[in-house]
């Protein structure tokens, strides 16, 4: 025990002396019962809290969930307008949001230094990595993924 709780619990053990000091035997039992019916309904009230709050979650989740089911099968439908839609979202303080994929070709040409006996056939689609950046300006746009494949190439000597 620290310090601080040694202080502590002697100080509160000082005031309950102090207390119950001048009180009768029988006066002092009902104290001491009084108090633990206290600390158990305290105890009993913090357990209803904690009831409450785990239902309160339940129903925001289910609420929630309603939402999102609702949004999607109006969505799927064209049963809802976007504009309607966006104002819902911003009601209920959410963004929306959309997946698209974008599909583009890149041509790109390197120059690369190779042995004289070099031939076109040691190389294939698995031999190239190729990094590409994008800036996108648009605030609202967020890049999640993507995916880049050779498909094609052609080998020149100069």
Same mark, same amino acid.
């Given at each position: 025990?620290?310090?601080?709780?040694?202080?502590?619990?002697?100080?509160n053990q000082s005031i309950a002396e102090s207390?119950?000091?001048?009180?009768?035997?029988?006066?002092?039992?009902?104290?001491?019962?009084?108090?633990?019916?206290?600390?158990?309904?305290?105890?009993?009230?913090?357990?209803?809290?904690?009831?409450?709050?785990?239902?309160?979650?339940?129903?925001?989740?289910?609420?929630? #969930?309603? %939402?999102? $089911?609702?949004?999607?099968?109006?969505?799927?439908?064209?049963?809802? &307008?976007? !504009? +309607?839609?966006? *104002?819902?979202?911003?009601?209920?303080?959410?963004?929306?949001?959309?997946?698209?994929?974008?599909?583009?070709?890149?041509?790109?040409?390197?120059?690369?230094?190779?042995?004289?006996?070099?031939?076109? #056939?040691? %190389?294939? $689609?698995?031999?190239?990595?190729?990094?590409?950046?994008?800036?996108? &300006?648009? !605030? +609202?746009?967020? *890049?999640?993924?993507?995916?880049?494949?050779?498909?094609?190439?052609?080998?020149?000597?100069?």
């Open positions: 025990m620290t310090t601080e709780n040694t202080t502590e619990t002697q100080s207390v119950v000091k001048d009180l009768p035997a029988n006066e002092i039992v009902k104290e001491i019962q009084r108090l633990l019916d206290d600390r158990d309904y305290h105890k009993k009230q913090c357990d209803e809290n904690r009831i409450r709050a785990t239902e309160n979650q339940s129903k925001y989740l289910n609420l929630y #969930n309603s %939402i999102a $089911e609702f949004i999607k099968e109006h969505v799927s439908t064209d049963d809802i &307008s976007t !504009d +309607d839609l966006k *104002e819902l979202a911003d009601e209920l303080n959410i963004s929306l949001t959309k997946t698209i994929t974008v599909k583009f070709t890149v041509a790109c040409e390197y120059e690369f230094e190779v042995p004289l006996d070099f031939d076109d #056939n040691d %190389i294939d $689609e698995s031999d190239f990595s190729i990094n590409i950046s994008s800036s996108v &300006s648009n !605030d +609202d746009v967020e *890049e999640t993924s993507e995916s880049i494949d050779v498909t094609d190439f052609e080998v020149e000597e100069n």
